[in-house]
């Protein structure tokens, strides 16, 4: 009993308030680690999910150099992000829902940090940021920001827009809106009329006529003035109809004498000439030619075009000269002496105020060098090569050239070999013409520019890939390319059904969409930036617009 006693009272008085103290601090213990789990909890259901935080490139920069945390300032974005997405279709001289409800958030917009409202437009793209400067004063001033514009011109998703800082006082705002409206990204028009397939097509200076030609042995003539939409206003019998495939349209400089070329059904070269008006057309004379690829090209003193007169030798081409009613002035005949390697004739030439530019080739079946001279044109009509022509080999067949507006650089399309037996050839001499032979090639073809050397040369600045061809090596179809007026945009068809295009100074081409087949032509319609016209195979052609 007295033991029993002993050990209660130790424990109550040494033992119990030390289980005390470890209850206490164990409950206590016990409800932080619940309260700090309610809190994370809590903390966890309302962050977005890691996978909604998508912000670009250029806003990361912002933030990095700005010291500004990421996840607050693109959480600031998703908040914003559906009123900027509804900005899209707004039209800037109305009043509008969206712009009323940017006008109730500008104050707590302009009071973020600098750093993130600017990587909030910048996400927001360079239209949105057009119309939040719309919304006051003070939001106009935001949107003059240079460096703004700056990252938009960067961030801008696509391939012809510069990636490199630009120099000292440029104005990018001024940059990107050239980019955005100069390049098309939407067929406005398809135009159905033609039966078959459509080779060439092209507008006239003016840009107010689009001229086609076409495989069913028509050629038409649209207004582009008469209303919204383009309106056929001729339809012209080639040679009779179905006799001819339309093959080629070339316009004078006033724009009112049509050379329309074709190929007859005997392989035979056909041009026919019409005067041209919105009210009418007139067909006032033809010629023809024993080659059909020798097409006619109107130039500043008249029309060269192929005629029925043999060559000197299997290796040259005779063009006539002819004014535009019809005088024949002469004949210009381009040798071949000065390319030891040339095994073909002349084919597709195209001529300017200065240059004539022709291919031929180094074997009997491909055209794989281009040949360049100046040339004169006097007042009666005759045509005069002089100087020493220029001759640049290339490695794979030549599907076309043009000359760039300013006629200082050739636009030449080209299937590269695929391997280096086309060398070859190389060692035939001229003599042994039919021994020479097709080479394999690629399906990916590639625009060369070669820019006239003040040493009387070509040399080669810049190569845009992206279309591709599809045809057997010894046949490659003809795909014809064109540039802008200002050379800055150039464009090409396709066998892939696509057209592309390209700026000048980047070599990554941007894709038209919305042909069913074979793309031969294109033409940009002077006077209407961003306005691109393509035929194509599958009888149609499509008005492509920015």
């Known amino acids: ?126 239209e949105e940021v057009l119309v939040f400067g719309q919304a006051s004063t ?140 919105k009210l009418s057309c007139t067909l006032l004379w033809q010629s023809e030619s024993a080659t059909f690829d020798l097409y006619g090209c109107i130039h500043p003193g008249g029309i060269l075009f192929g005629c029925l007169e043999q060559p000197p030798d299997i290796l040259s081409s005779n063009l006539m000269g002819f004014t535009l009613d019809g005088a024949r002035t002469c004949t210009v005949t381009l040798q071949s002496s000065a390319c030891p390697f040339q095994k073909n004739q002349f084919h597709l030439p195209v001529v300017g105020a200065r240059w004539l530019a022709a291919i031929t080739g180094t074997n009997s079946i491909q055209n794989d060098v281009i040949f360049a001279q100046h040339v004169m044109h006097g007042a009666d009509g005759r045509t005069v090569l002089s100087g020493n022509p220029i001759y640049q080999m290339e490695a794979g067949p030549i599907l076309s050239i043009s000359l760039t507006p300013g006629e200082d ?45 003040p040493s009387g040369g070509m040399v080669l600045t810049s190569v845009f890939k992206g279309h591709a061809g599809y045809t057997p090596h010894d046949s490659p179809f003809v795909l014809f390319t064109d540039i802008t007026l200002d050379g800055e945009y150039l464009a090409s068809g396709s066998e892939d059904g696509h057209v592309h295009v390209w700026h000048r100074k980047h070599e990554k081409s941007h894709v038209l969409e919305g042909h069913d087949d074979v793309v031969n032509a294109v033409s940009w319609r002077y006077g209407s930036p961003g306005t691109l016209a393509s035929a194509s195979d599958d009888h149609t052609v499509c008005i492509w617009r920015s």
């Open 409 to 453: 650089a050739v636009l030449v399309n080209v299937r590269p070999y695929l391997n280096e037996s086309w060398r070859d050839n190389l060692l035939l001499p001229a003599s042994e013409f039919a021994r020479s032979k097709a080479v394999p090639i690629c399906d990916a073809c590639e625009v060369h520019l070669w820019m006239f050397s």
């Open 1 to 126: 009993s007295s033991s029993s006693i002993f050990f209660t009272s130790f424990f109550s008085m040494f033992i119990t308030p030390y289980l005390i103290v470890l209850y206490i601090s164990i409950s206590s213990f016990l409800l932080i680690l619940y309260i700090l789990s309610f809190f994370f909890f809590f903390l966890m259901i309302r962050r977005p999910p890691r996978s909604t935080l998508s912000s670009s490139s250029a806003a990361s920069d912002v933030y990095k150099r700005q010291g500004i945390n990421a996840e607050y300032g693109m959480t600031v974005h998703l908040q914003c992000q559906q009123l900027f997405s509804n900005l899209d279709d707004m039209v800037t001289t109305q009043e509008t829902a969206p712009l009323r409800a940017l006008r109730d958030m500008e104050t707590k917009l302009l009071h973020l940090p600098p750093a993130v409202l600017i990587s909030l437009l910048v996400e927001a793209g360079w």
């Open 138 to 277: 003070a939001c106009h001033e935001v949107v003059q920001d240079r460096h703004l514009w700056e990252l938009l011109l960067h961030r801008y998703d696509q391939p012809y827009v510069s990636r490199r800082p630009g120099h000292h006082g440029e104005d990018h705002r001024q940059k990107l809106r050239t980019h955005v409206q100069s390049i098309p990204i939407q067929c406005a028009f398809r135009l159905s009329d033609h039966e078959d397939e459509i080779l060439h097509l092209s507008f006239s200076h003016s840009g107010d006529l689009l001229a086609t030609a076409s495989r069913d042995g028509f050629a038409f003539i649209y207004d582009f003035t008469a209303g919204p939409a383009p309106v056929l206003i001729h339809r012209l019998h080639l040679d009779g109809g179905f006799g001819s495939n339309g093959s080629k349209v070339s316009w004078s400089a006033d724009d009112t004498i049509l050379a329309i070329s074709s190929i007859k059904k005997n392989m035979l070269g056909r041009m026919e000439v019409f005067a041209v008006s």
